[in-house]
């Protein structure tokens, strides 16, 4: 069983930054996905980043190109968003996501919330 644990939301002032961590409880082994989902109130769960763990394949919502970056430390089982230039339209609970990787025909991470079985308790990130 994976334990997700998430550290670093909080509130930040419109334009500033903020970096999320999730630490993974064992060898998150490669070949699966991890990233982050978001989920503001009222909305649905979207797929913000995702990386490939061990590759090079990652994906963006297109809402955040540009501004957030994911990158992945295989050692130390983790997953971090670097997030900059926020906006209040980020407010959201951040999640940590694990699931295995599978070829949909456009990526090998497809950014759908049904592919990760293994979630983190979540984050609030707060912009204003």
């Known amino acids: 069983h994976v334990q997700l644990v998430e550290s670093g939301g909080g509130s930040v002032q419109t334009g500033g930054s903020m970096r999320l961590s999730c630490a993974s409880s064992r060898y998150t082994y490669k070949r699966n996905c991890m990233g982050w989902f978001r989920q503001a109130p009222g909305k649905d769960r979207e797929g913000v980043a995702v990386?490939?763990?061990?590759?090079?394949?990652?994906y963006y919502a297109s809402s955040v190109k540009g501004r957030f970056t994911i990158s992945q430390d295989i050692a130390e089982n983790t997953v971090d968003l670097q997030m900059t230039s926020l906006q209040p339209e980020d407010t959201a609970m951040y999640y940590c996501?694990?699931?295995?990787?599978?070829?949909?025909?456009?990526?090998?991470?497809?950014?759908?919330?049904?592919?990760?079985?293994?979630w983190g308790q979540g984050t609030q990130v707060t912009v204003s």
């Open positions: 996501v694990v699931g295995p990787s599978r070829w949909d025909g456009t990526t090998i991470c497809p950014p759908n919330a049904n592919n990760f079985n293994y």
């Open positions: 990386l490939w763990i061990g590759g090079a394949t990652t």
